[in-house]
């Protein structure tokens, strides 16, 4: 099997995935712009990590919040809160993202997280030419709903790169599943915070490091 595009996740496999603790409280900082001062720590929780739509405008009705106004505050500041991690060395690119320098292939990302953070960390680190297009979340609540395994953000990656056999590569097993929603090849990363991981899908490849590319993608 030959590909001529990879496309990769973000967080947890070009770039090191950003603490919990520093998310949660962003979004805690989030609630605090917005007068509510002591919020339900379950509440705080839901908004951090995978809101879905209903239960923005749950959480927000119980506050007297305007969901749309909300979320994007807290996108913005969540994505500042990972924009300062980077600048104190505290999320980095992994250290075999140089090994992508000589892969005889299109590139792209395809990540969860926000645009804005997306293009900051590839700009930061001096990697975004690696890739000829770049996808985020747009910072709307109706955007959770397009988060993988849905697959547009992979679909509108692969037109820009004007795939014909794609591989997306990714640590989670919405990366697995947002690929086969895609009609294309996965592969799996192990990074440490994987090692163990008992998988519930079954990507297309199982690979320790990005340097494995090289030896699916160019046989």
């Known amino acids: 099997m030959t590909y001529d595009t990879v496309v990769f996740d973000n967080d947890g496999v070009l770039f090191g995935r950003t603490s919990f603790d520093v998310l949660r409280d ?6 605090e712009k917005f007068g509510v001062t002591d919020p339900d ?4 929780e839901d908004m951090t990590i995978g809101a879905t739509p209903e239960r923005v405008s749950a959480v927000c009705s119980t506050y007297g919040l305007d969901a749309d106004t909300f979320w994007r505050d807290r996108d913005r500041t969540l994505s500042l809160a990972q924009q300062e ?3 104190a060395g505290r999320k980095t690119p992994y250290d075999d993202i140089h090994t992508l320098d000589d892969l005889d292939t299109s590139m792209g990302v395809v990540s969860s997280n926000q645009q804005e953070t997306v293009d900051f960390v590839l700009e930061h680190f001096d990697v975004a030419d690696k890739f000829g297009t770049a996808y985020g979340r747009a910072p709307t609540i109706e955007s959770l709903d397009l988060r993988k395994p849905h697959s547009h953000y992979i679909d509108r990656a692969l037109a820009d ?5 794609a591989l997306f590569v990714g640590d989670n097993e ?5 690929a086969e929603n895609a009609g294309i090849d996965s592969a799996f990363i192990r990074r440490p915070h994987r090692e163990d991981w008992d998988l519930n899908v079954w990507p297309t490849w199982i690979i320790d490091d990005l340097e494995d590319l090289h030896d699916i993608c160019e046989p």
């Open 26 to 31: 962003a979004t805690q900082e989030t609630f």
């Open 41 to 44: 720590p379950d509440h705080v």
């Open 85 to 87: 991690e980077a600048r």
């Open 161 to 165: 790169l004007d795939a014909d056999n």
């Open 174 to 178: 919405s990366d697995v599943k947002a």
